[in-house]
Each structure stands twice: as C-alpha cells, then as structure tokens.
C-alpha cells in the first residue's frame, strides 16, 4: 500500500464549479499535513498547510481527519488558472523526517 | 534569492553513461533533498541531507545511484552507468530543517537515457 494515495483524475470542471479532492495516508504517526500544487512541466509548489481545526485561504479550504487518516482539499469558485496537479504532501516525524508526495490529482477547469 | 538552482535542464545520454546532475540550495537552508518523479511512481524521494549529512538514503533505487553534498551550497547526484529505466525529471528541493513546510523545489533536471 502507498504512504500517500490520491485519486489521480483528471477532474475536468466548469470555471465557477466546486471541486474537491481527498487523499489518505497509511501511517497513522504522521504529524504534518500539506498540500503543494504542480503546473505541467514545472516544479512542485507549497499550496497550503492542513491543521486539524481546518484551514482556509481564499478560496481554497483543507481539511484533516486524524481518525480517518484523509486529507481533503476544496477549491470554491474554480478558475482556468486553477488548473494544475494538486499534490498530498504528509511528513512522519515532525522536524526530523521527510515529506512523502502523494501522485496527486489532476485538475482541468474548462471554459 | 535565486531559489534552488539545478543543472542541466535537460540532459539525454546513451545507456551506460555516467550522468551528473547537480544542485545548489537556497543559502541558509540546512536541508537538501532529491527526488525523482515518473508517471508511473509519481515523486519519490531517493535522499536527503540535513547539514551536508546523508540522513536517509534508502529511496536510492541501487548501488548505481550515489549522492553528495561537499558543502553547504552544492550538492551532486550521479548516475553510473545509466539505464533507460533511470530516465524521469529529478528534482532537487532545500529547506530550512527536514520537516519544514516550505521546502522550494528547483525546476529539475529532465534525464532521457537512449
């Protein structure tokens, strides 16, 4: 089993929808959650952290369920420039480990 | 700042050959690591440093794979000799500790083994 899962798409949306994707992760001692973001044949970028109470910037909202071990990532009102692979990030040992990527979600957001 | 800087963007070499791509950090950034990403395994962590200390070499795919870093500012990753199933986009990414969350990726090097 993977350390990260997600649904790897794509999810093709309509500019102004609403989209959400979920990832899991297999090691429950994980400590800190993040989602990076990736365009087509560019380098993998910090999006946004995820905290157990919920946490939301702008438009986009993450979400962590310790108990269920999921993370999800909702982005409201979607733009063409949203359209990119979104990537679940988990680090298992707090400041001494190491962030595993998940394989991440593809995001198409037509006109 | 530059951000992390990796050379070559793109390098394309004959099966067997020894390939060396190369990395400098973001200054003041005590962490370094490499990936590498494929289709198929998506990214995959083969090593990372922490001071110029390997900490956790066990994504190293074999013995074919090494990985230094001299010093603070440059890092290298060697391949010898290459196989065409070692062909991905290897990213080098620095931070300021392991389990920050701004690592800064550089925009990789695209690796094509013939």
């Known amino acids: 089993r993977k350390e990260v899962e997600q649904d790897p798409g794509p999810f093709n949306v309509p500019e102004g929808a609403t989209v959400a994707f979920n990832c899991t992760y297999s090691?429950?001692?994980?400590?800190?959650f993040f989602w990076y973001r990736q365009d087509c044949r560019k380098e993998p970028k910090l999006l946004m952290s995820?905290?157990?109470s919920g946490n939301e910037d702008g438009r986009f909202t993450a979400q962590l369920n310790r108990a269920s071990q999921y993370i999800s990532l909702l982005i409201r009102d979607s733009k063409l420039s949203d359209s990119a692979t979104y990537l679940c990030?988990?680090?298992?040992?707090?400041?001494?480990?190491?962030?595993?990527f998940g394989q991440g979600t593809t995001l198409q957001v037509k006109p | 700042d530059a951000g992390v800087i990796q050379s070559p963007r793109h390098e394309v070499t004959e099966m067997g050959q020894e390939v060396t791509l190369r990395c400098k950090p973001i200054s003041g950034h005590n962490s370094l690591f490499w990936y590498r990403q494929t289709m198929m395994r998506g990214l995959e962590l083969l090593i990372y440093f922490n001071n110029n200390v390997p900490i956790d070499d066990s994504g190293m795919p074999e013995d074919r794979f090494s990985a230094k870093m001299p010093n603070a500012s440059f890092s290298t990753l060697k391949i010898q000799p290459s196989e065409p199933r070692d062909s991905a986009v290897y990213f080098c990414?620095?931070?300021?500790?392991?389990?920050?969350?701004?690592?800064?990726f550089g925009s990789g090097t695209r690796l094509t083994v013939v």
């Open positions: 990414a620095s931070s300021l500790h392991p389990g920050a969350a701004g690592y800064t």
């Open positions: 995820v905290y157990s």
């Open positions: 990030v988990v680090n298992h040992s707090g400041n001494t480990g190491k962030l595993i």
């Open positions: 090691n429950s001692a994980s400590q800190s």
